[in-house]
T-cell receptor, first 114, second 113 residues
């Protein structure tokens, strides 16, 4: 069965500093990969997605992610964090035997220090 | 487009009562998903529909939970009878085609006392 692991439960970063959130997946083929963001009390918003092609994908709000097949990773990055980026981030995978069911990682909560 | 619409946004009920959560997917989307989010278990897929037909309900906790999609623009998730452990945020999401990204509603926060 496919699975998604986000090793970091919490990350604290200073405003203006760079951010990298890790995501590893277990899947038998090339999956469709997603990053979602959830602000407090809100639903999930799609940041970016990878289906095929260029392994570096750009998303909204200045985020990017890189798909590395050899490492089964899809890490999310942002060069300079803003206070409004404080939220919970979820990596997800879909496809294969699971059909169009999204499998989510456990999430990483990002705190931004002034 | 208004996005995925869920109602109510908040529901407080007593144990044993019936609870009905409602969802209107984005017009034209043909897949609909119900999720539950708790601190302990994170995001869990409860059930999903393709073209109004339930495809996978393996995530539904028990017989107290049921979901319907009578038409392409409306779905309900019902809990009868409700229990305190059902307290969670319930999200509905929809997607246009198989394997495409899902668009989430704002969620319904359910509290069962």
């Amino acid at each position: 069965a496919q699975s998604v692991t986000q090793p970091d439960i919490h990350i604290t970063v200073s405003e203006g500093a760079s951010l990298e959130l890790r995501c590893n997946y277990s899947y038998g083929a090339t999956p469709y990969l997603f990053w979602y963001v959830q602000s407090p009390g809100q639903g999930l918003q799609l940041l970016l997605k990878y289906f095929s092609g260029d392994t570096l994908v750009q998303g909204i709000k200045g985020f990017e992610a890189e798909f590395k097949r050899s490492q089964s990773s899809f890490n999310l990055r942002k060069p300079s964090v803003h206070w409004s980026d404080a939220a919970e981030y979820f990596c997800a995978v879909v496809g294969g035997a699971a059909g169009n069911k999204l499998t989510f990682g456990g999430g990483t909560r990002v705190l931004v220090k002034p | 487009d208004a996005g995925v619409i869920q109602s109510p946004r908040h529901e407080v009920t007593e144990m044993g009562q019936e609870v009905t959560l409602r969802c209107k997917p984005i017009s034209g989307h043909n897949s609909l998903f119900w999720y539950r989010q708790t601190m302990m278990r994170g995001l869990e897929l409860l059930i999903y529909f393709n073209n109004n037909v339930p495809i996978d309900d393996s995530g539904m906790p028990e017989d107290r939970f049921s979901a319907k999609m009578p038409n392409a623009s409306f779905s309900t998730l019902k809990i009868q009878p409700s229990e305190p452990r059902d307290s969670a945020v319930y999200f509905c999401a929809s997607s246009l085609i198989r394997d495409e990204e899902q668009y989430f509603g704002p969620g319904t926060r359910l509290t069962v006392t």
